[in-house]
């Protein structure tokens, strides 16, 4: 099947009275060392949401490419909006294809940085009762299965996200670099001084733009977390399917 982009206006209208869920790819165009591209994000985000186009009961949306970066902006080719821009930005996506009678949505997300738009995103739009709309990040669908694949603490341009992207678009790794990426990468996120967070952007700690183990990535590896993930994404599409829309709502006061 089609995604909406793919469809005309005559044949959308079928495709959206047979839909029960729309599906939202969001991720980012920002660094991802010297071995991914920079549209690493919303590349894996649109992939796993692809997957939906076999359901006659979802509607695959456009992805959204440009994400909440600006961490990254120090490194070349970084693109960035704001947080306050993306949240608008989804919000009221997600107002206009409940306007075509489709009011519950996943949000299939490849960036960590737009998660807290995307949960005050799905909060407004469930307190509205326009839309539920809860996000899903690939990372944590298979985080069990990334945890037993692979010895890192990592969560930016590391083995997981290098082997997903080998998976589904080999040119675009490059593994000759993945030594480089690796060298000046950082073992975990961050950086904290007696408890509190003293680093900003990625610059602060990693000098080429990894948090993690590049190097153990493996195309193969790949795509079990891509079946996993897939297999995840289509549980919780079960789910929401099944899920009357009275029952999304927010509770009663007690
Ligand atoms: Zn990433």
Not at 20 to 27: C, S
Not at 179 to 200: H, L, N, P
Request: glycine share 8%; net charge negative.
């Amino acid at each position: 099947m089609r995604t909406l982009a793919e469809h005309t206006t005559t044949t959308a209208a079928e495709a959206l009275e047979a839909a029960e869920v729309a599906v939202l790819p969001v991720g980012s165009t920002e660094q991802h060392g010297p071995a991914l591209p920079l549209g690493m994000d919303h590349l894996a985000a649109e992939a796993f949401a692809r997957t939906a186009t076999d359901r006659e009961d979802a509607v695959v949306l456009p992805t959204l490419p440009v994400g909440v970066s600006v961490h990254h902006r120090q490194f070349d080719g970084t693109l960035y909006v704001s947080d306050e821009t993306f949240e608008r930005y989804v919000t009221e996506t997600i107002e206009s294809v409940a306007e075509h009678g489709l009011r519950k949505a996943v949000v299939v997300n490849g960036h960590g940085g737009n998660s807290p738009a995307l949960n005050r995103a799905a909060r407004r739009l469930r307190d509205e009762r326009t839309a539920f709309a809860p996000p899903w990040n690939w990372w944590d669908g298979v985080e069990d299965l990334a945890a037993d694949l692979f010895d890192e603490d990592g969560g930016h341009a590391d083995a997981a996200e290098t082997s997903l992207l080998w998976h589904l678009h080999e040119d675009l790794v490059d593994p000759d670099a993945l030594e480089t990426a690796e060298d000046g990468a950082s073992d975990s996120w961050g950086e904290s001084v007696a408890g509190a967070a003293v680093a900003f952007d990625t610059i602060d700690f990693s000098d080429s733009g990894a948090v993690g183990r590049p190097t153990q990535a493996d195309p193969e590896k790949g795509e079990r977390l891509f079946e996993a993930g897939r297999d995840r994404l289509d549980a919780l599409l079960d789910w929401l399917v099944e899920r009357p829309l009275a029952d999304c709502w927010p509770g009663e006061h007690k």
